[in-house]
């Protein structure tokens, strides 16, 4: 992601890596009741304080836009980790944030300075 991604990119998808993932976890484990029905490791309780973390990390770094996006990616690689996917999320969050940036500017030509500040 680092070699892909602008620095504010790349700095919004490390916070999501690393805080908005630690908080679905330990949000998930001390207040988690409803699981998440095809991903028994997974509660919903967990999923939304990720959401909300997700939000609020890229909102500061990459503005509405490009955090409507990344929680959108979050949401999708958070709940279909561990049971129909068998890959970490931990190593499909970062990599799929990057390359779905690259994939979205690559489509819609965006420019890197136009995006932030919308």
């Known amino acids: 992601s680092a070699f892909i991604s602008p620095p504010m990119i790349f700095l919004a998808i490390l916070g999501i890596s690393s805080i908005s993932d630690s908080m679905t976890s330990q949000v998930g484990i001390r207040y988690g009741k409803r699981h998440i029905l095809w991903n028994d490791k997974k509660t919903w309780e967990g999923t ?12 500061l770094f990459v503005g509405m836009l490009w955090a409507l996006i990344f929680t959108v990616l979050f949401l999708l690689f958070d709940i279909f980790t561990d049971k129909p996917i068998k890959i970490s999320d931990n190593l499909l969050i970062p ?12 489509i819609f030509n965006f420019n890197y300075y136009s995006i932030i500040f919308m």
């Open 48 to 59: 939304i304080a990720g959401i909300i973390t997700t939000f609020l990390i890229s909102f």
């Open 95 to 106: 990599i799929g944030c990057g390359v779905s940036y690259t994939i979205i500017r690559f």
